[in-house]
C-alpha cells in the first residue's frame, strides 16, 4: 500500500510547491486562470439564474466579459511556452484535450445560443478595443413595458396578505385589461412563425400565465380559444390530409380495377357455332331480304 502512495504524494508535493523548472507551460499559466475566472463567473451566473432561466438578460456584462478574454487567449502570438510554443497552441490545441475549449463551447452554445439571446439582444461585438455593446431588440422592449405596466397594476391593488392566501379578486378585476394587453402582444409575436423571443420572454410570460390563472384563480376565459387555436388548426390540417388521401386512394383504386376489367374483357375468344351468326356484325348490316333468301337456300 506504501509502495502506491509514495509517487502519488511526489506528486501533490511537486504540484504544491510549484517550480517553474518542470513546468513547460507556466508563462501560460496566468492567461489560463484569466480565462478559468471569467469562465466561472459566467458559469455561476447561468446557474443562478437557471430557476427560471433568465441568462440573457441578467448574465450580460458577465458573457461579454467571458468571451473577451476568450478571444484574447486565442490571439497570444506573442507570448510562449519553455518551448516556444504560443500560448494561443498551449491553451487551445497543444495536448489531447482543452478544457479551455471544452467549457467554452458549452458557455456559447449550450448556454447563451440555446436560450436563443440573439432574438432579444444584439451585441455589437468590438474585442480590439474592449468596447463592445448591447442594443435590445425592439420587441423584447415593447414586452417589458406592457409587462411592468401589468406588474405596476398588480402592486398597486394587491394585499399581500391576500394574495399569499389566494384571495387576488380585486387585482383579477381591476389588472383584467392589462393583463388581456400583455397577453394579446406576446401572442401576435409567438405565433408569427419566423418569430423568436429569447427564453427569458418566454419564461416570464409562462410563469406570468401562471401566476394569474393558476394561483390567483383570475378568469381567462378569453384566452381559451387562442391556446386551443394552434391544436384546432392541427386537428384541421389532419382531417384534410386524411379526407384527401382516402379520396385519391379510392380514385386510384377504382381506376385499377376498371383497367383489370378492361384486360380481361379484351382477352374473350370470338364467339363460335351457330350462335356466332346471331351477334355478328354482318347480320346487323345486311338487308331483311338477303337474310331470307339464305334462309330458304339453306333449306333447299
Given at each position: 500500500m506504501t509502495h502506491h502512495v509514495f509517487p502519488l504524494l511526489l506528486l501533490v508535493?511537486?504540484?504544491?510547491?510549484?517550480?517553474?523548472?518542470?513546468?513547460?507551460?507556466?508563462?501560460?499559466?496566468?492567461?489560463v486562470q484569466r480565462l478559468a475566472n471569467a469562465q466561472a463567473r459566467m458559469t455561476q451566473c447561468a446557474i443562478n439564474y437557471s430557476t427560471p432561466p433568465k441568462v440573457c438578460t441578467n448574465c450580460i456584462d458577465e458573457y461579454i466579459n467571458f468571451k473577451q478574454i476568450e478571444y484574447?487567449?486565442?490571439?497570444?502570438?506573442?507570448?510562449?511556452s519553455l518551448d516556444n510554443t504560443t500560448c494561443a497552441s498551449v491553451i487551445y490545441g497543444n495536448y489531447l484535450m482543452s478544457y479551455s475549449h471544452e467549457i467554452s463551447t458549452a458557455l456559447t452554445t449550450n448556454i447563451w445560443e440555446k436560450s436563443r439571446c440573439s432574438s432579444c439582444l444584439e451585441i455589437n461585438w468590438d474585442f480590439q478595443d474592449h468596447n463592445?455593446?448591447?442594443?435590445?431588440?425592439?420587441?423584447?422592449?415593447?414586452?417589458?413595458?406592457?409587462?411592468?405596466?401589468?406588474r405596476d397594476c398588480v402592486t398597486n391593488y394587491s394585499d399581500t396578505g391576500s394574495l399569499l392566501y389566494g384571495n387576488a379578486s380585486t387585482i383579477c378585476d381591476e389588472c383584467g385589461q392589462t393583463y388581456?394587453?400583455?397577453?394579446?402582444?406576446y401572442w401576435k409575436i409567438y405565433t408569427e412563425p419566423s418569430i423568436d423571443f429569447c427564453i427569458d420572454v418566454e419564461t416570464t410570460m409562462n410563469d406570468t400565465t401562471h401566476l394569474w390563472a393558476n394561483v390567483w384563480k383570475c378568469p381567462e376565459d378569453t384566452h381559451i380559444g387562442r391556446h386551443s387555436d394552434a391544436l384546432m388548426l392541427m386537428i384541421a390540417v389532419t382531417v384534410l390530409i386524411i379526407m384527401l388521401t382516402l379520396f385519391y386512394g379510392g380514385s386510384y383504386i377504382q381506376t385499377e380495377r376498371a383497367e383489370q376489367n378492361l384486360i380481361r374483357y379484351s382477352r374473350l375468344e370470338a364467339p363460335r357455332g351457330p350462335r356466332s351468326r346471331l351477334v355478328s356484325s354482318s347480320s346487323f348490316f345486311s338487308s331483311p331480304g338477303a337474310s331470307v333468301v339464305t334462309a330458304v337456300s339453306a333449306h333447299s
Open positions: 508535493a511537486s504540484v504544491s510547491t510549484f517550480d517553474e523548472t518542470w513546468d513547460l507551460d507556466g508563462p501560460c499559466q496566468e492567461y484574447d487567449t486565442r490571439h497570444l502570438d506573442e507570448v510562449t463592445s455593446t448591447i442594443r435590445y431588440d425592439e420587441k423584447t422592449i415593447q414586452f417589458q413595458e406592457v409587462l411592468f405596466k401589468w388581456e394587453n400583455l397577453f394579446d402582444f
